[in-house]
């Protein structure tokens, strides 16, 4: 999970949200989130799947949600350029956080696609 800054103006300020962003040139939604990824908490994930429909109302129609797999420890989070801090959370820990409406329909159908155990 991402801990967003609190600079008003950008989508969920101070919240804690999914890694994500926008796509450069033509890049799949799976190069994206590899991307992504890789610049907000400097790792590399894999297995990417799209997270089953429907999607939230509050999330955008052009947006992918994806869910990919990583199983290197915490301390190998490094966080980017931007945001106040990059963690991994447990799913059940997550609705503890300050996250967006949106994660309490997403939370259930990454649940259902994972293994116990498995974070956010």
Do not use: F
Not at 44 to 68: A, E, I, M
């Amino acid at each position: 999970m991402h801990h967003r800054d609190h600079n008003p103006g950008i989508a969920w300020p101070g919240h804690w949200t999914p890694i994500g962003g926008w796509c450069e040139g033509r890049e799949t939604a799976e190069e994206t989130a590899e991307r992504e990824v890789a610049e907000e908490a400097g790792i590399t994930v894999s297995g990417l799947r799209p997270v089953p429909d429907p999607q939230h109302d509050l999330v955008h129609p052009l947006t992918r949600v994806l869910h990919g797999v990583w199983d290197g420890p915490e301390s190998d989070l490094q966080l980017g350029n931007e945001g106040l801090a990059v963690r991994m959370v447990p799913l059940d820990e997550v609705p503890l956080l300050k996250v967006p409406p949106y994660m309490q329909h997403y939370l259930p159908l990454l649940a259902a696609g994972q293994s116990p155990g498995r974070r956010a």
